[in-house]
């Protein structure tokens, strides 16, 4: 036997860890004609949809501006229809004024 004092910690008898473990890597695919083939035909329909994207986009920025200059459009005409209306109104009451204004002379005289 071995007579020790009382040690508080474990004595590493067999050193463990050392060596490294083996790491797991994915498995490399070799490019075959076949993946080029899908990746190509992947990247047509993905530049297809890139250019149908940009062409909806432009669309729809044309409408919109178009949708604009008819609101526009219509605020000008609405404009203008609301200044004669006022413009008319005006002269209505400046010829009944003028005419009760009138009317009021003639009795005047009687």
């Known amino acids: 036997m071995i007579n020790k004092k009382f040690i508080s910690r474990v004595e590493n008898f067999e050193q463990i860890g050392l060596n490294p ?3 797991i890597f994915p498995p490399i695919y070799k490019k075959s004609n076949l993946n080029q083939g899908v990746i190509k035909e992947i990247l047509i329909r993905h530049k297809r949809y890139i250019k149908e994207l940009g062409q909806k986009k432009r ?17 000008t005409t ?33």
């Open 21 to 23: 473990i083996k790491r």
């Open 59 to 75: 669309e729809e920025k044309i409408e919109k501006q178009n949708e604009l200059e008819e609101m526009m459009k219509r605020d």
């Open 78 to 110: 609405i404009k203008k229809r609301a200044a004669k209306a006022r413009k008319t109104l005006t002269q209505i009451r400046k010829n009944v004024d003028e005419f009760e204004g009138s009317g009021k002379e003639n009795h005047a005289d009687c």
